[in-house]
């Protein structure tokens, strides 16, 4: 996987849980949990995506 592909994923990623966490209203324990979630997912595919899981 190339490496600007990889970046650009993150960037759109990370825009896309600010929008959330700025303008959806939601319980700051939903947020954790769901802030959580998409960093986990995130970890695991950057992982997978390297190599060494």
């Known amino acids: 996987m190339p490496l ?3 970046v650009v994923t ?3 990623v990370g825009v896309l849980l600010w929008l959330v966490n700025t303008y959806i209203p939601m319980q700051s324990t939903i947020k954790k ?3 959580a979630v998409v960093i986990i ?3 695991l595919w950057l ?3 390297f190599g060494l899981l």
Request: hydrophobic share 80%.
């Open 10 to 12: 993150l960037i759109v």
């Open 47 to 49: 992982l997978r995506a």
């Open 4 to 6: 600007i592909q990889l």
């Open 41 to 43: 997912v995130v970890l």
């Open 33 to 35: 949990i769901i802030n």
